[in-house]
């Protein structure tokens, strides 16, 4: 008699939990990197490093399953296949009635593409696939160029570490209170683009030729880039609109901030707020403030008692009885209170690093996120700052005003999209 493979099965992460109780077809919880390079994809090969990639990231072998108390990653033989790009971009991965991957690997001619459901991963554990996807490609592709080298891939984490849920290991059970302080914000009003397909414009510039804009100010690229987004939107507001602050919700990356090498979800969020209704509208005043809320949200402290607050649902004896069905309802209802003190989202990826022996062959990077309001991914790499502009509506006034204040500085800008 043929023994039944014993199935392995893994709790999603505390901040994982909120992606399928609230993704949707307008808001599908996707996110892409793209990694452009100067010669065609070659599929074979992309396949062949897929096959290998995933044994080191076993995590992506999983579908989502749902429990009686709790959604759970099972892992399952489905085998990843690489696709010619066809679908409109970050389209929708996690279905409740499907069994499937949480994930896609994606080309067209120089392009290869990650698209991948939230819960799975955030936007480091997800870049760190990518470059051990694009490693192993590579060394396949320019076989009898990088063959006799001694590369060296610089995230070798082991599986029990890429597996680690890291907000578990940070809480402590601290008692701290869950209300939090949510004032309506200004929304973005707009036409919505037909079929719920995502608009998506993207800006290409010089990292030196930004800084020095931001270095005008005394300030850094990210607050630089806040700051402008604000004032862009600002610049497009009614005088009725302007009695609600403006407020971009900003992804952190925890592991800056405590140790982990978790190729999971261990991210929290900032809110970062002006009030245009109320204060001054410069320039000046906005970049000051600005860098006042990061100075004073992005402290050990307070980042640990996101941990906390995330992670006390999961732990309280009451909540882990209620089943699932009324858990996603409260989360859809959490969610939708949050939504309510949110205009818009920036997430900066950062500087994006490969070995020196990979740079003839790679053009640039670029990430963006499905978007239920507009939203900023901006990543570098060399001297290659993309800005990528993801919203569900048709219009464009805030993109351009973005755009072309960047120009005014004497910033070159070249603008791709799909409209």
């Not at 690997?105 to 997800?126: C, M, P, Q, W």
């Not at 707009?190 to 100010?217: C, D, F, I, P, W």
């Not at 402290?299 to 640990?304: A, I, Q, S």
């Not at 003839?360 to 990430?367: A, E, K, L, N």
Request: proline content about 3%; glycine content about 4%; charged content about 25%.
């Amino acid at each position: 008699m043929k023994r039944r493979k014993r199935v392995e099965w893994t709790r999603l992460d505390n901040a994982a939990k909120i992606f399928p109780p609230t993704s949707n077809d307008r808001d599908t919880k996707v996110f892409r990197f793209a990694c452009e390079l100067f010669e065609r994809v070659e599929p074979f090969l992309l396949q062949e490093a897929l096959d290998e990639t995933i044994e080191v990231f076993p995590l992506y072998k999983s579908v989502l399953r749902k429990g009686f108390f709790w959604y759970y990653f099972e892992t399952g033989n489905l085998h990843p296949v690489v696709e010619e790009e066809a679908l409109p971009v970050c389209a929708k991965i996690y279905n409740e009635n499907r069994r499937n991957l949480l994930f896609r690997v994606l080309y067209y001619k120089n392009r290869i593409s990650l698209e991948i459901f939230h819960a799975l991963s955030d936007g480091t554990g997800a870049l760190w696939f990518m470059k051990s996807l694009l490693y192993r490609y590579l060394i396949r592709k320019y076989k009898d160029t990088l063959s006799y080298q001694q590369l060296k891939f610089d995230y070798e984490a082991s599986v029990r570490q890429k597996m680690d849920d890291s907000f578990l290991k940070y809480y402590t059970g601290k008692r701290i209170s869950l209300v939090v302080n949510n004032e309506r914000a200004y929304h973005i009003r707009g036409t919505r683009r037909e079929e719920n397909q995502m608009q998506l414009l993207e800006g290409t510039m010089s990292v030196k030729a930004v800084l020095g804009a931001a270095h005008e100010y005394n300030t850094t690229l990210t607050v630089y880039v806040t700051a402008l987004f604000m004032y862009s939107i600002y610049k497009n507001m009614s005088e009725r609109g302007k009695r609600r602050p403006v407020v971009l919700s900003v992804p952190v990356n925890l592991r800056n901030y405590f140790e982990s090498e978790s190729a999971r979800n261990f991210f929290s969020t900032i809110n970062i707020s002006y009030h245009f209704g109320k204060n001054r509208t410069d320039m000046e005043e906005v970049i000051k403030s600005v860098s006042e809320s990061f100075a004073r949200e992005l402290t050990e402290e307070r980042l640990k008692n996101q941990i906390e607050r995330l992670a006390a649902l999961e732990h309280n004896v009451f909540a882990r009885a209620v089943p699932l069905a009324l858990k996603d309802l409260t989360l859809q209802l959490a969610n939708r209170i949050n939504e309510r003190g949110i205009t818009a989202a920036l997430s900066n990826v950062g500087k994006i690093t490969i070995p020196a022996e990979f740079t003839p062959y790679i053009r640039q990077f670029d990430v963006f996120t499905s978007a239920r309001r507009p939203q900023i991914c901006m990543c570098s790499y060399g001297d290659n700052l993309v800005i990528s502009f993801t919203s569900p509506y048709s219009d464009t006034d805030i993109q351009k005003t973005f755009f072309q204040t960047l120009s005014k500085k004497g910033i070159d800008v070249k603008i791709a999209s799909n409209l």
